[in-house]
T-cell receptor, first 111, second 112 residues
Framework: KNQVEQSPQSLIILEGKNCTLQ??????????LRWYKQDTGRGPVSLTI?????NTKSNGRYTATLDADTKQSSLHITASQLSDSASYIC??????????FGRGTSLIVHP | DGGITQSPKYLFRKEGQNVTLSCEQN?????MYWYRQDPGQGLRLIYY???????QKGDIAEGYSVSREKKESFPLTVTSAQKNPTAFYLC???????????FGPGTRLTVT
């Protein structure tokens, strides 16, 4: 069964600090992996999308990495801001083009 | 202004009533999806459609129905058969080539 596991479940950091969120998946075959940011009560917004041949992708202060061999991805947030407080969701799409969603990591940035 | 819209943002219904959630997109995407989100859980797929006049059940289709008569519209009906309909509902669309999903703002349905 295709699964996406994210860790930690929740994370609290101080403004200005860096953090890294983890995503492990068992989806096979692999098509792409996406990271979304979801503010409370809103729809998810795409941060990065990576295919099999890409191992890193940046979007401003967000940098995603992908290791297709170990089926792991990480999202690194640099110099966190209060507006980074949100849920971060890892999504993996396989051969059927139906994505599998992780449960998300809830990030809280304190001033 | 391109995007995907859902209406209304908040919806309240009495138990036993059917209710239809609207989803419209002007991105010219072929594929559209409906998800349900409950606290502490990941998004769960209700229905999806890859072309007009065709749709498939997702993981939790029981108690829901959809139609896809137009490319830009994919309404979801929550029927009285859905045992626990109170949730946050998200609609998404995607280009069939990249399959990067774009999400609407969501509709929060409360049934009492």
């Amino acid at each position: 069964k295709n699964q996406v596991e994210q860790s930690p479940q929740s994370l609290i950091i101080l403004e200005g600090k860096n953090c890294t969120l983890q995503c492990n998946y068992t989806v096979s075959p692999f098509s792409n992996l996406r990271w979304y940011k979801q503010d409370t009560g809103r729809g998810p917004v795409s941060l990065t999308i990576m295919t099999f041949s890409e191992n890193t992708k940046s979007n401003g202060r967000y940098t995603a990495t992908l290791d297709a061999d170990t089926k792991q991805s990480s999202l690194h947030i640099t110099a966190s801001q209060l507006s980074d407080s949100a849920s971060y969701i890892c999504v993996v799409t396989g051969g059927s083009y139906i994505p599998t969603f992780g449960r998300g990591t809830s990030l809280i940035v304190h001033p | 202004d391109g995007g995907i819209t859902q209406s209304p943002k908040y919806l309240f219904r009495k138990e036993g009533q059917n209710v239809t959630l609207s989803c419209e997109q002007n991105l010219n995407h072929d594929a559209m999806y409906w998800y349900r989100q409950d606290p502490g859980q990941g998004l769960r797929l209700i229905y999806y459609s890859q072309i007009v006049n065709d749709f498939q059940k997702g993981d939790i289709a029981e108690g829901y129905s959809v139609s896809r008569e137009k490319k830009e519209s994919f309404p979801l009906t929550v029927t009285s058969a859905q045992k626990n309909p109170t949730a946050f509902y998200l609609c998404a669309s995607a280009d069939r080539g990249r399959y990067e999903q774009y999400f609407g703002p969501g509709t929060r349905l409360t049934v009492t």
